[in-house]
């Protein structure tokens, strides 16, 4: 019951998501994208390997939440419109953080829905005796309205010194 609940909430939440959102916490990915912690601001990256602000169309949003569960990190990613959308894609990373950056634990590639006004993506990782981590789910995603072209977004959102034995 929780999940679906977490889901309806974070659609109907992305829906009246603003681009106004403060760029004060960007951090700097492993493979340099940026990445702006829970907000509605999104990046891509140039030819010329700088980043540059790009959002979904007006009029939709990109949501990303972690949560813990026992033992299992969960990652949701969570795209909603106003309109129909020729396609929604989506890709996933849950990270943890090491002494030496982020460690990629688990992942989702690609999930797309067609045809559609809204997306959600969900993957988990179980953190069992993995010790006391920071960890980090990181969505990506890409909106190609009809007849328009696509708009990709990126977003996290951390939780940190989880204990999970």
């Known amino acids: 019951m ?13 829906l009246f998501a603003t681009s106004g959102a403060a760029l004060a916490s960007q951090e700097t990915a492993s493979n ?14 140039n030819p010329d390997g700088s ?3 790009t959002q979904y169309p007006t009029g939709c949003g990109l949501t990303v939440l972690i949560s813990r569960v026992g033992n299992f990190i969960d990652g949701d990613v969570i795209t909603g419109c106003n309109f129909a959308v020729a396609s929604i894609e989506h890709s996933i990373e849950i990270q943890r953080s090491r002494w030496y950056g982020w460690e990629t634990m688990a992942t989702l590639p690609s999930d797309i829905r067609f045809n559609t006004s809204s997306h959600s ?6 953190c069992a005796g993995t010790g006391i981590h920071d960890f980090r789910v990181i969505g990506r995603g890409q909106v190609i309205p009809y007849g328009g072209s696509p708009a990709t977004a990126a ?4 939780l940190n010194e989880q204990n999970c034995g």
């Not at 929780?2 to 992305?14: E, G, T």
């Not at 993506?121 to 179980?126: E, H």
């Not at 977003?155 to 951390?158: R, S």
């Open 51 to 53: 980043v540059s602000p």
């Open 121 to 126: 993506s969900f993957q988990n990782y179980n």
């Open 2 to 14: 929780r999940r679906p609940f977490l889901v309806i909430a974070m659609v109907i939440a992305s």
């Open 32 to 45: 340099d994208e940026e990445l702006v912690y829970q907000s509605t601001f999104y990046f891509e990256q």
């Open 155 to 158: 977003a996290y959102d951390q």
